[in-house]
């Protein structure tokens, strides 16, 4: 009877049998070839922490670069669209006419993406945030293109929601009789005094209401997203997209904290804007003498539009890039000053002054956590057991996968999960599912029943998935 049990079980190996996704899964940790093919067809939800104009990638903006005829400064590869006074610039068709394009395409991808980087040469930190300004003219005018380009790839690869931080928002508001806001809210902040910053902003936002800022976030607004993504259809049955407003942290105060009123009046007026954030590098030396002072303006807004939710990139740092005392207190500040209801990035948690009760605090009030692998690696050199993944999941903060910014990184929503299945093998199927309903259920969209909709989707996604699994 022995050798008839052995020989089934024998036969059953050979034939195959059907698995569990679990059980694939954890045949298949150290194949990341399997893992392609895994999550690439696993259902991925949203994509919480996504700029839109990182995400697109290089090739079809240096197509529109070369059709509009650009001007292209030959020694950093940055584009224009008029020619500047000074420096080495030359109209894309001279040196097409001259026979160097193909050259210069490929040194352009070198400085607009992470293609071909040898580690060695250039800051991976610089060659990433210095690539916006290269790349962002040729963007202009085709913003209805890049999100196609978007919604397309999402689609092909699983993923069921975006929601993007599109653009700054234009803003004719004039600041310059203000300026002295700037000194005056410096000096309190150096003395934490929040009521009085606060005051401050009390006297600068009804300026910012005289001066009709509800009237630029009412322009953008209808004039430039709504027309923009109903006359492309963005929205489908396969797909959904939702934009973020943002801030530029190397503003100074006055001017971040204007733009900063009409990202927050944009989003509480349209259902389309999911929230607001705040970008830039988070080591400059603005956004770190300002840093506190931004987190009580963001405060400060929410008492306004109380309505309005807002992510934040905090702790985008990491030994070494900035002094140990500055790694103590920026996740803390975007938690408890600002009121963070998702935190991006989040790397330098383990450095926090007080990091556990931070972490019981985030799970106890359900802050995310957008967790970008491929980002942190590359930006801050920060992977594997160097990355605080794991402190996140063991205090039960909500955790979600995203790209951060899929095309300077070459990257794409299933690498983020393959890393992580291969890096961090105490996280299950049933954990990363989770962490897939959690990019639906913690995502900004204000139409509940959109959401309920999204995660009634999500299910059947997973129940096709799960029924069609492989043998073997």
């Known amino acids: 009877m022995k050798l008839i049990y052995t020989i089934l079980f024998s036969a059953i190996l050979n034939f195959g049998y059907a698995q569990s996704p679990s059980q694939y899964l954890e045949k298949i940790r150290d194949n990341e070839a399997q893992l392609t093919a895994f999550f690439s067809q696993m259902p991925k939800g949203g994509d919480l922490h996504h700029h839109f104009s990182g995400s697109i990638y290089a090739e079809p903006i240096l197509e529109d670069a070369i059709a509009d005829d650009f001007y292209l400064n030959t020694a950093t590869m940055q584009v224009l669209k008029e020619k500047p006074a000074t420096g080495n610039w030359e109209q894309f068709s001279a040196i097409k006419g001259r026979g160097e394009l193909d050259i210069y395409k490929q040194k352009i991808m070198e400085k607009w993406s992470v293609k071909d980087y040898n580690y060695v040469s250039y800051p ?62 410096r000096q309190l902040a150096i003395k934490r005094d929040e009521k009085g910053v606060k005051a401050l902003l009390d006297i600068l936002y009804k300026k910012m209401l005289e001066r009709d800022a509800a009237k630029d976030a009412s322009t953008f607004n209808s004039n430039f997203v709504e027309k923009m993504h109903n006359d492309l259809k963005i929205d489908d049955q396969r797909f959904t997209m939702r934009y973020q407003n943002f801030v530029l942290r190397f503003m100074e105060p006055v001017d971040l904290f204007k733009n900063l009123v009409v990202a927050f009046i ?57 002094q140990p005392e500055d790694l103590t207190w920026h996740i803390s500040d975007a938690v408890y000053t600002a009121g963070a209801n998702r935190i991006g990035h989040g790397v330098d948690v383990a450095y926090e002054a007080k990091s556990y ?65 291969k890096r961090y093998k105490d996280i299950s199927y049933p954990d990363i599912k989770q962490y897939v309903y959690n990019s639906i259920n913690f995502s900004f969209i204000q139409d509940e029943k959109l959401k309920k909709q999204l995660t009634k989707d999500l299910d059947t996604r997973f129940k096709t998935f799960e029924a069609n699994f492989p043998l073997k």
């Open 124 to 185: 991976s930190d610089k060659l990433f945030f210095e690539s916006f300004d290269k790349f962002s003219p040729a963007i202009t005018g085709h913003f209805g293109e890049g999100l196609l380009e978007l919604k397309n790839r999402a689609i092909s690869e699983n993923v069921s929601y975006i929601e993007t931080q599109l653009s700054t928002i234009p803003s004719n508001i004039k600041t310059e009789d203000l300026s002295d806001f700037n000194k005056q809210l």
């Open 266 to 322: 944009s989003a509480d007026k349209s259902a389309l804007m999911a929230g607001v954030n705040i970008v830039s590098p988070e080591d400059g030396e603005t956004s770190m003498k300002d840093y506190w002072l931004h987190m009580v303006m963001f405060n400060y807004c929410h008492s306004q539009y109380p309505n309005v939710k807002y992510s934040m990139h905090a702790g985008e740092l990491t030994l070494g890039l900035v």
């Open 357 to 421: 009760e931070l972490l019981r605090y985030m799970a106890k009030n359900k802050i995310v956590i957008e967790i970008n692998l491929v980002s942190n690696e590359f930006i801050l050199k920060v992977k594997e057991n160097r990355h605080p993944i794991s402190l996140y999941r063991n205090f039960g903060v909500p955790i979600v996968i995203s790209t951060d910014d899929a095309g300077i990184l070459r990257t794409n929503m299933t690498e983020q999960y393959v890393l992580l299945a």
